[in-house]
């Protein structure tokens, strides 16, 4: 975890990267107060200037992850041309988010449904799915994917490839260059070679 405990003033966004270490290291269940309030260098009461409590900064956190992912569906790329070209988008701009917003990404992976905010996340991430699912159906209309594979179960093997991200990838350690690309190989050419 990385060591907040120097700064002097704190800001709801600053505040945020110190809890999403915290929830993605003890989990969110697993965190007090207390244990935001040692890692961030400051008081249970400044905390509370700041938000109403644990859950709202886990809103603010997943929340963070899902504006990045469901901004995606909005981009021109992915509204306009054909299918395969839409999802090819998508699948790379949602690595992209994945890799560059990873603590943020790692903990709305990790939520279970236990709170509000983690049904709320759950049901958002499904819609998102949901989503991405239409357009893999668009594409196998088009004639432009292979139509034996079920779109919903073709949607949740690519999420699954791209998801796993979070287990392995650390900046610092490894460059985020050609991950993308990589992922978007591997789903529309797959590994065989031609």
């Given at each position: 975890m990385a060591d907040h405990t120097t700064r002097t003033a704190y800001t709801v966004e600053s505040l945020l990267a110190v809890t999403v270490d915290v929830f993605n290291e003890r989990g969110y269940d697993g965190t007090s107060m207390e244990d935001l309030s040692r890692a961030a260098g400051i008081s249970k009461s400044s905390i509370y200037h700041h938000v109403r409590g644990k859950e709202e900064l886990l809103r603010l956190a997943v929340g963070r992850a899902l504006d990045g992912l469901f901004g995606i569906l909005g981009e021109p790329a992915a509204t306009e041309g054909p299918a395969v070209q839409r999802l090819e988008h998508v699948v790379r701009r949602t690595t992209e988010v994945l890799l560059a917003e990873l603590p943020y990404v790692t903990l709305l992976l990790r939520v279970r449904g236990n709170t509000a905010t983690e049904q709320w996340a759950l049901e958002r991430r499904r819609e998102f799915d949901h989503r991405v699912s239409e357009l893999v159906r668009a594409a196998v209309a088009d004639g432009a994917l292979r139509s034996d594979v079920d779109p919903r179960l073709a949607t949740r093997l690519l999420f699954g490839m791209i998801n796993s991200i979070v287990e392995w990838y650390r900046p610092g350690i490894r460059?985020?260059?050609?991950?993308?690309?990589?992922?978007?190989?591997?789903?529309?050419?797959?590994?065989?070679?031609?």
């Open positions: 460059t985020a260059d050609g991950v993308a690309d990589t992922v978007v190989r591997l789903a529309f050419d797959g590994l065989r070679a031609v």
